[in-house]
């Protein structure tokens, strides 16, 4: 789990919605809702086709104040990115 989250720290489309994934169901780190969709959110803003088809799912199963939750998150990790990309401290 350590190199998939920080692959997915670096915003690499394809751990974002691993780890996303596994907070939805709990698998190698503690359940939690409003992160699976944060992590979700920000790999199918990045075009990732199983995060596009896998996010409308995940909205109808968790409640409606965690799923703004980890919309609000995504939101602030990607501007904290891109804040990070235009200092040119990102890692791709």
Same mark, same amino acid.
């Given at each position: 789990? %350590? @190199?998939?989250?920080? =692959? $997915?720290? !670096? &915003?690499? *489309?394809? /751990?974002?919605?691993?780890?996303?994934?596994?907070?939805?169901?709990?698998?190698?780190?503690?359940?939690?809702?409003?992160?699976?969709? %944060? @992590?979700?959110?920000? =790999? $199918?803003? !990045? &075009?990732? *086709?199983? /995060?596009?088809?896998?996010l409308p799912g995940i909205q109808k199963?968790?409640?409606?104040?965690?799923?703004?939750?980890?919309?609000?998150?995504?939101?602030?990790?990607?501007?904290?990115?891109?804040?990070? *990309?235009?200092?040119?401290?990102?890692?791709?």
């Open positions: 789990m %350590k @190199w998939c989250r920080k =692959a $997915a720290d !670096q &915003n690499n *489309a394809t /751990a974002q919605f691993y780890l996303g994934s596994c907070y939805f169901t709990g698998k190698g780190v503690p359940k939690d809702e409003a992160e699976a969709v %944060k @992590w979700t959110t920000l =790999a $199918a803003s !990045q &075009n990732l *086709a199983l /995060a596009k088809t896998f199963k968790v409640s409606k104040k965690n799923f703004t939750e980890g919309k609000k998150r995504a939101e602030e990790w990607l501007q904290q990115w891109n804040q990070s *990309a235009a200092r040119g401290e990102a890692k791709k």
